[in-house]
């Protein structure tokens, strides 16, 4: 087999795996007759098993298993022990991911083949029958401890994986949804649920009861969800202060909680100061805001929350489009998100704004992108801003899905929503070297 192949293949998990900037230390498996057949790949903040062409196991630096890739298939493990399963469609003339969420039993079985083959691979190793080399030394110290990490990984049998599922459940209520960059983030909910739950095309939080902890319950939370993470934690980057609108509460209040965050937390005071270290050190707070409820914070607020570590805010304001934030029943105006994100950005935060794409179907694709490209060029976003455009998912129960019935609305074809997309970003007007950051939002890709 070709020598490299395990450790190209770790690149299959872009967007899966943490993207850092740590050393690794890179150990090859070989067999009683010298073959290569493996690689383990150490680094700070988490472990990768390649064995064969077609084999990809990765863990957090507790031993829990992250992912799977297995025959151009990635399982994705949950932090409550659902598997998500993304693969390609070999169908279609471009490369559409596919993602499920497995059945129970289904999930048990992928987990336990992950199980069973490190168990194979560490059974191997102390009977000496495959050897573990660090720049072709057997013995040495690097060797000797990455030796240990098989053994750390076999302790995670699905009894004990599914105890943490039932940990985390007992942790938080269901975090449904989290913007791309913030993937990797540690998520602490200040509060449950959205105080409006009521837009029709969200289903996140329908049977979530919004509510705002106290500060007992908000320190309890974050001591809890420290140690679920134990050592996994140096795989997350920054921090991400939920639910759906956090900063909605009031600014006294919200002071106390942040301060709770900087005690428990090391946060840089600059993303630019990120250095690597043997202790968990994070980027920023992050946290969504809306606009109808945003325009109740002044500039003098939201500075106060960056001398804090506060360091993007995110927005969904979906279309530039009033007549069709009404029949989203959004309660805020094109003018509200433009109010808030100059409130924001005079404060000098960064901002996150999220576009529905195909939103309104047929009926209101004229106007959706007309308005929605007047809306974003009076932004003035900028470097270290995000442009998310995020396809419209619609559920067939919603009641974004009646009313479009009720009113005759045809839903966009994935094609019809690629030229809409193309659509507002032509009419976008950036300067060279000073622009957002553009990308994808598929919610179906979230996975926490």
């Not at 040495?140 to 240990?148: K, L, M, V, W």
């Amino acid at each position: 087999m070709p020598k490299k192949r395990p450790v190209r293949s770790a690149a299959i998990f872009r967007g899966s795996l943490p993207r850092n900037r740590n050393k690794r230390m890179l150990l090859e498996l070989y067999n009683e007759d010298r073959q290569l057949f493996g690689s383990l790949s150490i680094k700070k903040d988490s472990i990768s098993l390649g064995l064969g062409d077609s084999e990809v196991y990765s863990y957090d630096c507790e031993g829990r298993l992250l992912t799977a890739w297995l025959s151009n298939q990635t399982f994705v493990r949950t932090l409550d022990n659902r598997v998500i399963k993304k693969w390609r469609d070999p169908l279609h003339g471009k490369a559409w991911k596919l993602i499920q969420e497995l059945e129970a039993e289904e999930a048990k079985r992928v987990l336990d083949q992950a199980r069973i083959r490190i168990d194979g691979v560490y059974e191997q190793l102390q009977r000496g029958k495959i050897r573990l080399t660090c720049n072709g030394e057997t013995e040495g110290d690097s060797a000797r401890r990455a030796g240990e990490w098989p053994a750390k990984i076999t302790q995670w049998d699905y009894a004990r994986l599914e105890g943490q599922g039932e940990r985390f459940r007992a942790i938080y209520t269901p975090v449904t949804i989290l913007p791309p960059d913030q993937y990797l983030a540690v998520v602490l909910q200040a509060t449950e649920g959205c105080h409006w739950n009521r837009c029709t095309f969200c289903h996140f939080y329908r049977h979530t009861r919004f509510r705002i902890k106290s500060h007992k319950e908000f320190s309890d939370h974050v001591r809890a969800v420290k140690d679920f993470f134990g050592e996994g934690i140096r795989l997350r980057r920054s921090i991400f202060l939920g639910d759906a609108n956090a900063l909605v509460i009031p600014q006294n209040r919200l002071l106390k909680i942040f301060e709770r965050v900087n005690q428990e937390f090391r946060i840089l005071s600059s993303r630019r100061n990120r250095v690597v270290s043997d202790n968990p050190v994070f980027t920023g707070i992050y946290s969504f805001i809306d606009a109808f409820t945003g325009d109740r914070k002044s500039v003098a607020d939201f500075r106060e929350l960056k001398a804090r570590n506060l360091r993007r805010v995110y927005i969904g304001a979906e279309t530039g489009c009033d007549r069709l934030l009404k029949f989203l029943n959004k309660p805020a105006t094109a003018g509200q998100v433009r109010d808030l994100v100059a409130t924001v950005k005079q404060a000098d935060l960064s901002v996150g704004v999220i576009i529905l794409i195909g939103v309104g179907g047929e009926e209101y694709t004229e106007s959706h992108v007309a308005e929605t490209v007047a809306l974003l060029n009076s932004l003035k976003l900028g470097r270290g801003d995000i442009l998310y455009f995020s396809p419209m998912v619609e559920s067939p129960v919603s009641e974004y899905a009646r009313r479009s019935a009720d009113a005759g609305i045809r839903p966009l074809a994935d094609q019809e929503k690629e030229t809409q997309l193309r659509a507002i970003r032509s009419g976008l007007q950036f300067t060279a070297n000073d622009k957002p950051k553009i990308a994808l939002y598929d919610i179906r890709e979230f996975v926490y």
